[in-house]
């Protein structure tokens, strides 16, 4: 060896350094096993075991985290022996065996305590308790969790370990990014956001480009020759990220794991890189200079969008104004061109002539006049009457003037970006990135590779290289990988919809986190189970995974914005952005004055059953048949969404087949060309609970942001008002910006709406005339009253009614189909409510009951249904009518119509 070697050899306590020239250690089946072997410069050796031998420096570590240099591919090592600067000899847990490796080949890390502390005990503590109460489908996926939480690495460097310490590190800006799916600004801030912090956000409301952004941050990602897990606990998100990529043929790159299946699926299926080699691409200077040119013009592009709203906006008030004006006969003449007034100084001026009332103008006023406005002559403001008709000459010139000056500059704007042929830049940059990317990953993704579901695991590294995109699901990301691998990145879709527990095994797998999400839409749903947290911003009771990051992590990461919107009319989207996002939404579609809204508002009264009601489904029906069907085709089909499953499941039986039907919980992340939210409730049945839970800021904001280009909201008159929340203003917003034609009030009225203490002033005459001595029950009242009223029609007077008919008189109980009890219920004084007969021959045809609030009790029920066999079986027909029902009067002439041909015929 070299005299300058740092390394001195012993063996047998000989010092032998200074007689070789080189040393190395063999292998051996355990530790008493190795074997050191030194080399003389004559070109001899000899080997001697390594625990006759002594090694200086030697250093001995436990419990540490190894790693090949290059790899992905983490151990967890029980003992580590450093010999000199050349041997590293290794033992893994449960193994005896001992592994010699070269130091300069490998990365020792040391095991963080993470897995001991308060936190991540608390997860292990929730996914065990998941595991003792889940029902049984459920428990091999919480017992999944619980396993992969224990397999994940105690990793100084993963995301996992910075939300645990709540210590986010900071990155190197990404250079040379290119943005093969196209840019807008804020997509453009996001991504190169993303590549500065080891932990970033990115907010995405709804039609604001998320999935481009997560593609172009994908696209990056594989342009440094880094690793991705792209997940999400709503596959539809994620799918569209898959589908967009192999549109653009780069879908081989994707491995699509996640459960056992669905590996199996993908190696069943795998598709191969191209074959032919890519176009030629520009260099990446040229596209950095593209980059350069085009983003002074993104700014240009989102001051169009933001002026057209604001024109928009001010054309709708201004049209109020000229309406209030012309109703009132405001005289509004002053002549206020000369004065040359801008938008603010109408205001200011406005604001000074409101102040003076009907007080004179005084010397002081004349000075500010003057000053302020250059308005010597104060003849057209000196009496009240001229001074009014100028505050509506203002009024007017305001929105004249204001209009003038943005649209104005909105054609300014217009012509910088058709000078600088903004759209053939932001094409040419989309074009020369994806060629760019093509070509990089064509030299650098290996077409090689025999993988299957069961050795893709033993070859990560190399799999990786094949497949640098991972998707999975967030509950099985860390059986998908291969056994202590750390990806570069991680990207968390719909994270707002994301438990904590398994998001955290994803954050467990990389060292960058990438969090996408909404807070204004609906979180997870989480599982109370009443374990107490270490500290609040981890509970997993009360925040999901995106609420939880930026709690934790406060303002220590990038937190995006995307604020461009691309999928709902303006009139739609307007109202989310007022209501829920401060109006940083900027939205890029048209307004060409299309009737996007519509405001159903259903009769008073109490409609609402077991979070169901048929009378706005009863509304809606009335109102598509008034606007006709071809008004309401669309390409792209129309939804019908509603908080309560109850509700949707009556709008199967009572809505055309062409709508889709879920409740908005369920309606997340899905759209349609056209929406219709119904809300339920009704004055008596929206109790403060109820109104908390469809007036969730989060799912009326979904809900109407579900729609493309039509959303109609179906309500009950006043129910929301008290509250003054999201519905309220919702409706509000629809009143104002409606077109009248789209605001329709009590379309359908039911003669039981006679039943409430408010009802339609159309049914007084009914009311008139109904009779105490038909029943004690107004809603029998009602019936006994329109059964009189059709069955003095010609056509049904061959029949004639009873009430209160004994059951045993019209059924026989010697009827041998009966059972026991259907005999015991006739013997105790069971009786139908009306019975229709035959004038001639008292022949008894149908039976028609009333059902009220009370037949939804399980009491109630077996009566109704005992009642239903019996008249069944004796062959005598039942017209059930709940009295949330409408249309009555047309359901009994429809029931009675059937006998009227037989009744002729008898005559």
Not at 162 to 179: F, K, L, M, T
Not at 622 to 630: I, P, Q, R
């Amino acid at each position: 060896m070299h005299k300058e070697s740092t390394v001195s050899i012993y063996v047998n306590g000989e010092n032998k350094t200074r007689q070789i020239n080189d040393w190395k250690i063999r292998q051996g089946a355990t530790w008493d096993a190795l074997t050191l072997t030194c080399y003389f410069p004559s070109g001899k050796s000899y080997s001697r075991p390594l625990r006759e031998c002594e090694i200086i420096p030697t250093q001995e570590l436990h419990e540490q985290l190894v790693v090949k240099k290059g790899s992905t591919v983490f151990s967890v090592v029980e003992k580590l022996v450093l010999y000199g600067d050349k041997c590293a000899v290794i033992q893994y847990p449960g193994n005896p065996k001992a592994y010699v490796m070269n130091i300069d080949d490998i990365e020792v890390l040391p095991k963080t305590a993470m897995k001991d502390e308060s936190i991540f005990q608390y997860f292990i503590s929730l996914a065990n308790e998941r595991v003792k109460q889940a029902a049984p489908k459920d428990k091999p996926i919480a017992e999944n969790v619980l396993r992969q939480l224990n397999q994940i690495l105690p990793h100084a460097e993963t995301a996992l370990h910075a939300y645990c310490s709540g210590s986010n590190q900071p990155r190197e800006p990404a250079e040379n990014v290119i943005y093969p799916f196209g840019i807008n600004e804020s997509q453009l801030e996001a991504v190169e956001r993303a590549f500065t912090s080891q932990i970033s956000l990115i907010e995405g409301p709804p039609g604001t480009g998320k999935t481009q952004t997560i593609l172009n941050i994908i696209a990056n990602i594989l342009h440094r020759g880094e690793t991705v897990a792209l997940l999400s606990n709503n596959n539809a998100a994620v799918e569209n990220v898959y589908e967009k990529l192999d549109k653009v043929g780069l879908g081989y790159l994707v491995a699509k794991l996640g459960s056992k299946e669905n590996r199996k699926s993908f190696f069943a299926s795998a598709s191969t890189p191209p074959l032919d080699s890519p176009a030629p691409a520009p260099d990446i200077e040229h596209i950095q200079a593209l980059l350069q040119h085009l983003r002074q013009y993104l700014h240009a592009q989102n001051a169009v969008a933001r002026l057209q709203a604001e024109i928009d906006e001010l054309a709708i008030e201004r049209r109020y104004l000229l309406q209030w004006q012309h109703e009132n006969s405001v005289e509004a003449s002053t002549d206020l061109d000369k004065y040359k007034l801008s938008p603010q100084q109408t205001t200011d001026l406005l604001a000074y002539l409101n102040q003076l009332a009907e007080r004179r103008i005084g010397i002081k006023d004349r000075i500010k006049l003057l000053l302020n406005f250059k308005i010597l002559r104060i003849k057209p403001f000196d009496e009240w009457e001229q001074r009014k008709s100028a505050i509506y000459t203002l009024q007017r010139h305001y929105y004249d003037k204001a209009l003038l000056e943005k649209e104005a500059a909105l054609t300014a704007y217009r012509e910088v970006l058709q000078r600088g042929q903004f759209e053939t830049l932001l094409n040419d940059l989309t074009s020369s990135s994806m060629a760019y990317l093509k070509h990089h990953l064509h030299q650098h993704t290996p077409s090689q590779g025999t993988f299957n579901s069961d050795n893709y695991r033993w070859n990560f590294d190399e799999f990786l290289q094949r497949y640098p995109i991972i998707g999975s699901s967030t509950h099985s990301i860390v059986n998908s990988l291969g056994k202590g691998a750390i990806l570069d990145y991680v990207i968390i879709d719909e994270a707002s919809q994301q438990d904590i527990v398994p998001g955290i095994l994803a954050l467990g797998c990389a060292r960058n986190l990438i969090i996408v999400g909404d807070r204004k839409q609906l979180p997870h749903i989480p599982t109370t189970l009443g374990i107490p947290t270490p500290s609040e911003f981890y509970d997993c009771e009360k925040y999901s995974l995106l609420d939880s990051c930026v709690s934790v992590f406060n303002e220590s990461i990038p937190m995006t914005l995307l604020k461009e919107h691309y999928r709902c009319h303006p009139k739609i989207i307007q109202f989310c952005n007022q209501q829920f996002y401060g109006n940083q939404l900027i939205p890029m579609t048209q307004d060409n004055g299309e009737k996007a809204l519509t405001l159903l508002v259903t009769a008073k009264g109490n409609h609402a059953r077991n979070n169901a009601n048929l009378r706005e489904l009863d509304s809606l029906l009335n109102t598509l048949e008034g606007a006709g069907e071809s008004e309401w085709d669309s390409e792209n089909g129309r939804g019908f969404i509603a908080p309560y499953n109850a509700q949707v499941s009556l709008s199967r039986t009572h809505l055309p087949a062409d709508f889709a039907k879920n409740t908005v919980h369920k309606f997340q992340g899905r759209e349609c060309d056209e929406i219709v939210f119904s809300t339920v409730l009704d004055k008596k049945h929206g109790s403060q609970s109820s109104l908390s839970f469809v007036d969730d800021p989060h799912l009326v904001n979904v809900a109407v942001s579900r729609a493309k280009n039509k959303f109609t909201l179906v309500t009950g008159d006043d129910v929301f008002a008290a509250s003054n929340g999201h519905i309220a203003a919702l409706m509000r917003y629809i009143e104002y910006y409606a077109d009248e034609k789209q605001v329709h009030r009590a379309p359908v009225v039911s003669a039981f709406d006679l039943l409430y203490e408010e009802y339609d002033q159309s049914l007084e005459r009914l009311n008139a005339r109904l009779l105490a001595s038909d029943s004690q029950f107004k809603s029998e009242q009602i019936v006994a009253r329109i059964l009189r009223d059709t069955l003095f029609q010609k056509a049904y007077q061959s029949m004639m009614f009873h009430s209160q008919v004994a059951l045993i008189q019209l059924a026989s109980s010697a009827n041998e189909a009966l059972t026991a009890r259907e005999r015991e219920f006739m013997e105790n004084r069971a009786s139908c409510d009306f019975v229709i007969y035959f004038r001639v021959g008292k022949t008894p045809l149908a039976v028609i009951e009333v059902d009220g609030g009370g037949h939804d009790k399980l009491q109630q029920v077996e009566r109704d249904a005992l009642k239903n066999s019996i008249l069944q079986k004796s062959n005598i027909p039942l017209l059930r009518l709940q009295t949330i029902e409408s249309q009555i009067e047309e359901k009994i002439a429809d029931f009675l119509f059937q006998w009227t041909n037989i009744a002729s015929a008898a005559e």
